[in-house]
């Protein structure tokens, strides 16, 4: 199935309202992972990214991408939204870095140019993973790394649709998580565990790490309710996969 053309009308459509929401919480501080914000001086998924030719992979407005920057990385922001890149464009810093239009599935970049790939609920969770995976793959070079945080199969399968919130009870199918219908045709990814090491080692890749990122009690979630509040303190809401190509 090809959802490019659903997903960029979707993240084109919502663009300017997401980040009027999140920029704040996002860009609030340099390297913040996912739904609770989580600082990576916590998680340590990225390290040191000074002199490095980084991509971020579905970049959005580019609050991960401008702090690498200004590190001193050498950064590429992809994302397959114009009205995203936009947004990346305004809320750049005094570091500059190139925006690309593409598509994790099709990555318009040479094989073995970059060291570092990554994103944080980007192009892994909005493209499928058997396409993007081998991609990101191929464009890195040989002891590059891949680095992504992606929502976890449990709050996936706790996620009640009516409620709109995730709960303490299985909702859906495990093994027919795969695709979650976003509306009008978008759609966003979720694997299951062996399916991400399948698709990971099938891309000829090293697993290094699966961080478990887990908010301190009382940090709240920025984009999903859940119930308990604390869920998040007591299951894993989220994957932060740490892998490279040896
Ligand atoms: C949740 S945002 C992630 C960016 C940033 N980390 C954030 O949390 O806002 C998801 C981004 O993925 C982009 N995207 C959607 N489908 C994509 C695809 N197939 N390839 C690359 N980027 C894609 C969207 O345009 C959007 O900017």
């Known amino acids: ?30 390297r913040l992972w996912g739904m609770y914000s989580i600082p990576d001086a916590h998680l340590h998924a990225l390290g040191d990214v000074t002199g490095k030719r980084v991509l971020e992979l579905g970049c959005g407005a580019g609050q991960w991408s401008r702090a690498l920057a200004a590190e001193g990385a050498t950064v590429v922001g992809l994302d397959l939204s114009e009205a995203q890149l936009a947004a990346a464009a305004r809320a750049m810093g005094a570091a500059r870095y190139p925006l690309v239009q593409g598509a994790a599935e099709q990555l318009p970049f040479a094989a073995d140019s970059f060291d570092l790939v990554f994103c944080d ?64 045709g978008a759609t966003s990814y979720q694997l299951t565990y062996g399916d991400w090491v399948k698709v990971l080692r099938g891309a000829g890749l090293i697993i290094d790490d699966l961080i478990e990122p887990r908010p301190e009690l009382g940090t709240p979630n920025g984009y999903n309710e859940t119930d308990p509040p604390d869920w998040a303190h007591r299951w894993p809401a989220e994957l932060l996969w740490v892998t490279h190509k040896p």
């Open 1 to 30: 199935m090809d959802s490019i053309p659903a997903n960029r009308r979707l993240w084109n459509q919502i663009s300017n309202a997401y980040q009027h929401e999140h920029d704040p919480q996002i860009g609030a501080a340099p």
């Open 121 to 184: 609920f980007g192009g892994l969770s909005w493209a499928p993973p058997h396409l993007a995976v081998p991609q990101a793959a191929r464009i890195l070079r040989r002891g590059g790394r891949l680095v992504f945080n992606v929502a976890s199969p449990w709050f996936e399968a706790c996620y009640d649709e009516a409620a709109s919130r995730v709960t303490t009870t299985l909702q859906q199918d495990y093994f027919r998580l795969n695709t979650i219908a976003e509306g009008d």
